[in-house]
């Protein structure tokens, strides 16, 4: 089964398309949606473009009770979000991604160690940010704070932002 958007877990402010792989915001403001598969342990991974919106808009993963309506991430302990500007946003703590990328509609990599609760992301470049490489050992960031099964998550902040998975 191919990862989707969840048209049951969504804003009204999102419309989804390409059999749910792609989600359009169509009202200013925090909207958000989940992906269809959650997962509690594991390495999971997954690609999306983070949405161009003035550095409001995320990508992300996010437990179940993350908020559809709230930015991703910050100041939250539901989820963890990257932004356009390279700051991934996880609780009250804002990361700075160790190269100089803007993210605005661009497809990053998602890596997350579910069992010991790390995560890591990549840019087109292909160079993995915020902690190295995994399989290299690199530290990735904390995911420990969020608990239960983690869902892709976007959030976007204008009408017409977009990502697709």
């Known amino acids: 089964?191919?990862?989707?958007?969840?048209?049951?877990?969504?804003?009204?402010?999102?419309?989804?398309?390409?059999?749910?792989?792609?989600?359009?915001?169509?009202?200013?403001?925090?909207?958000?949606?989940?992906?269809?598969?959650g997962h509690g342990a594991g390495t999971y991974y997954f690609e999306a473009i983070v949405p161009a919106s003035a550095n409001e808009g995320s990508i992300g993963l996010a437990n179940a009770s993350a908020s559809l309506s709230a930015p991703l991430g910050y100041g939250s302990r539901d989820g963890v979000?990257?932004?356009?500007?390279?700051?991934?946003?996880?609780?009250?703590?804002?990361?700075?991604?160790?190269?100089?990328?803007?993210?605005?509609?661009?497809?990053?990599?998602?890596?997350?160690?579910?069992?010991?609760?790390?995560?890591?992301?990549?840019?087109?470049?292909?160079?993995?940010?915020?902690?190295?490489?995994?399989?290299?050992?690199?530290?990735g960031i904390d995911l420990s704070h969020i608990t239960g099964a983690l869902f892709p998550m976007m959030v976007g902040y204008g009408a017409g932002n977009t990502s697709t998975l």
Do not use: H
């Not at 390409?18 to 909207?31: F, K």
């Open 1 to 37: 089964m191919a990862l989707a958007w969840n048209p049951a877990d969504k804003s009204p402010n999102i419309t989804l398309s390409n059999a749910n792989t792609t989600a359009t915001q169509t009202a200013g403001g925090y909207y958000g949606v989940r992906g269809d598969v």
């Open 81 to 139: 979000g990257l932004y356009e500007d390279g700051t991934l946003w996880a609780e009250w703590n804002a990361y700075s991604a160790s190269v100089a990328q803007y993210y605005s509609a661009v497809r990053v990599g998602i890596l997350a160690n579910l069992t010991t609760r790390r995560l890591w992301m990549r840019g087109p470049t292909g160079a993995w940010i915020f902690g190295g490489n995994p399989a290299s050992g690199g530290a």
